[in-house]
């Protein structure tokens, strides 16, 4: 979503970067570029002001005035402001030990029915707490049909409603029945319109007034930008909003709205949804995204992520093998399956400082998931005992191999060239206490060509 903001603020702090020293003039020039960029962003212009007058009063400094990088000085005060505009803290979900509501709401087509069930997902894996889902939606029969097959696919508790039941009978039946089936958080998906209307407000304040919930979570769209914003005052003003929940933010969004948010609203934002799978939830951490989109990286992110896919044994046991000269293309295979499980290489390489310039060299070369997916495709035509040792890969094998996977003859050549060298490398830095994740640093280059990749 922050690609071309990011692109262009970093263009801003370039020119800094490359100054001997800071002054009122350039620094006024820089700030110029970060407010056109802002401004293309669909950044609330209030917003924009209040920023770069931070921004300003930081820079202009003697501290900063007199340091001997003051370039790197100014793209500190730059992340600092953009963490603050974001929301200063990360606000977590308010769940509490006894029995939680969440009330979702939005405009209809913003994703509320769909992030319920994300929602639900969270709550029981990370919060390691019962959810319940209830769709009150009676104007929409398909919503009902949506969020029970989203509960049936993921294992959550569904109340199957009775479509002639009215919003409020309905929410009175799904709680008796999340007591019985001891639910701990019962999510209650809502009506949307096309717009915001006096009906809609009325039916939500009746339903917030009922069921008294922990939250109250808008489900806004960051395509709509500055309209997303117009939006959330509206609903805030009738029903008293916690917060904000952020879809579509893998689209082609401006990231305008994100931006505007806290300063205009006063809401926090609490999630991402940054796909279309039930599992695409993240928390929004202010400080981690204002270094995304400084091309600072999200480490923290990264890490997180392969908590939550890769297996700790199968580390130990790579590890080991790795420093006998052990490792095999059976093992590089499971990495490459552990890569896909979290998002993909791409998706990957976005948390990596630095991002953004490794990204303009790519633009010329094929994706690295599509590499992946033949490396991964060559391997799968091997037989077990090829993968367990390459080295029996004669003319032959190679042959039927490439066949196999529709690549050619040199793929196989050259991935086993690099395999070999991974090997060495990934050999000699377990020996001097170097391991990490595995094998993925040791391979190098791809069929891509240059620039050379590390996966």
Same mark, same amino acid.
């Given at each position: 979503?922050?690609?071309?903001?990011?692109?262009?603020?970093?263009?801003?702090?370039?020119?800094?970067?490359?100054?001997?020293?800071?002054?009122?003039?350039?620094?006024?020039?820089?700030?110029?570029?970060?407010?056109?960029?802002?401004?293309?962003?669909?950044?609330? /212009?209030?917003?924009?002001?209040? /920023?770069?007058? @931070?921004?300003? &009063?930081?820079?202009?400094?003697?501290?900063?005035?007199?340091?001997?990088?003051?370039?790197?000085?100014?793209?500190?005060?730059?992340?600092?402001?953009?963490?603050?505009?974001?929301?200063?803290?990360?606000?977590?979900?308010?769940?509490?030990?006894?029995?939680? &509501?969440?009330?979702?709401?939005?405009?209809?087509?913003?994703?509320?029915?769909?992030?319920? $069930?994300?929602?639900?997902? #969270?709550?029981?894996?990370?919060?390691?707490?019962?959810?319940?889902?209830?769709?009150?939606?009676? #104007?929409? +029969?398909?919503?009902?049909?949506?969020?029970?097959?989203?509960?049936?696919?993921?294992?959550?508790? #569904? #109340? +199957?409603?009775?479509?002639?039941?009215? +919003?409020?009978? @309905?929410?009175?039946?799904?709680?008796?029945?999340?007591?019985?089936?001891?639910?701990?958080?019962?999510?209650?998906?809502? =009506?949307?319109?096309? *717009?915001?209307?006096?009906?809609?407000?009325?039916?939500?304040?009746?339903?917030?007034?009922?069921?008294?919930?922990?939250?109250?979570?808008?489900?806004?769209?960051?395509?709509?930008?500055?309209?997303?914003?117009?939006? $959330?005052?509206?609903?805030?003003?009738?029903?008293?909003?916690?917060?904000?929940?952020?879809?579509?933010?893998?689209?082609?969004?401006?990231?305008?709205?994100?931006?505007?948010?806290?300063?205009?609203?006063?809401?926090?934002?609490?999630?991402?949804?940054?796909?279309?799978?039930? =599992?695409?939830?993240?928390? /929004?951490?202010?400080?981690?995204?204002?270094?995304?989109?400084?091309?600072?990286?999200?480490?923290?992110?990264?890490?997180?992520?392969?908590?939550?896919?890769?297996?700790?044994?199968?580390?130990?046991?790579?590890?080991?093998?790795? $420093?006998?000269?052990?490792?095999?293309?059976?093992? /590089?295979?499971?990495?490459?399956?552990?890569?896909?499980?979290?998002?993909?290489?791409?998706?990957?390489?976005?948390?990596?400082?630095?991002?953004?310039?490794?990204?303009?060299?790519?633009?010329?070369?094929?994706?690295?998931?599509?590499?992946?997916?033949?490396?991964?495709?060559?391997?799968?035509?091997? &037989? +077990?005992?090829?993968?367990?040792?390459?080295?029996?890969?004669?003319?032959?094998?190679?042959?039927?191999?490439?066949?196999?996977?529709?690549?050619?003859?040199?793929?196989?050549?050259?991935?086993?060239?690099?395999?070999?060298?991974?090997?060495?490398?990934?050999? *000699?830095?377990?020996?001097?206490?170097?391991?990490?994740?595995?094998?993925?640093?040791?391979?190098?280059?791809?069929?891509?060509?240059?620039?050379?990749?590390?996966?």
């Amino acid at each position: 979503m922050f690609e071309q903001l990011s692109e262009k603020v970093l263009g801003s702090i370039k020119k800094l970067k490359g100054q001997s020293q800071i002054s009122a003039s350039n620094i006024e020039e820089a700030l110029k570029d970060i407010r056109m960029s802002f401004l293309e962003a669909d950044v609330n /212009f209030k917003v924009v002001k209040n /920023f770069l007058d @931070r921004v300003k &009063t930081k820079a202009l400094g003697a501290e900063v005035l007199q340091s001997l990088q003051p370039g790197q000085q100014f793209t500190q005060i730059v992340h600092d402001e953009l963490v603050q505009t974001l929301g200063g803290e990360t606000v977590f979900l308010n769940v509490q030990n006894t029995f939680n &509501t969440i009330l979702i709401v939005g405009l209809q087509g913003n994703g509320k029915t769909t992030t319920s $069930a994300k929602l639900a997902l #969270y709550v029981r894996q990370k919060l390691g707490k019962k959810p319940g889902l209830v769709s009150v939606d009676v #104007y929409r +029969p398909a919503a009902a049909e949506q969020l029970e097959i989203l509960a049936k696919q993921n294992g959550i508790p #569904y #109340y +199957p409603v009775d479509l002639k039941d009215s +919003p409020i009978l @309905r929410l009175k039946k799904a709680q008796a029945w999340a007591e019985s089936q001891m639910v701990e958080v019962l999510i209650i998906d809502t =009506a949307g319109r096309l *717009q915001i209307d006096e009906a809609l407000m009325s039916e939500l304040q009746e339903l917030k007034e009922f069921s008294r919930p922990n939250e109250v979570l808008l489900v806004a769209d960051a395509m709509l930008g500055q309209q997303s914003v117009n939006v $959330a005052e509206g609903f805030n003003k009738r029903l008293e909003l916690t917060g904000l929940i952020l879809t579509k933010v893998d689209g082609d969004a401006r990231g305008g709205a994100a931006l505007s948010f806290r300063e205009v609203t006063g809401l926090p934002i609490k999630f991402l949804g940054v796909g279309e799978k039930v =599992a695409a939830l993240e928390i /929004f951490h202010p400080d981690r995204l204002a270094k995304r989109i400084l091309d600072m990286g999200d480490v923290l992110s990264l890490v997180e992520k392969a908590q939550e896919v890769v297996n700790e044994k199968e580390v130990r046991e790579s590890a080991r093998k790795m $420093a006998k000269n052990q490792f095999t293309l059976e093992d /590089f295979l499971k990495q490459i399956q552990q890569l896909k499980k979290m998002g993909g290489l791409e998706n990957i390489m976005k948390f990596l400082p630095g991002f953004g310039e490794i990204s303009k060299q790519m633009k010329n070369m094929a994706p690295p998931d599509d590499e992946m997916k033949k490396i991964e495709a060559i391997i799968h035509s091997m &037989t +077990p005992k090829e993968r367990h040792d390459h080295r029996i890969l004669n003319a032959s094998r190679r042959q039927r191999i490439a066949l196999g996977s529709g690549t050619q003859v040199q793929d196989i050549n050259k991935l086993v060239r690099q395999f070999e060298q991974a090997q060495k490398m990934m050999s *000699q830095m377990m020996k001097m206490g170097m391991g990490g994740m595995g094998g993925m640093s040791g391979m190098k280059g791809g069929f891509g060509g240059k620039p050379r990749l590390p996966f």
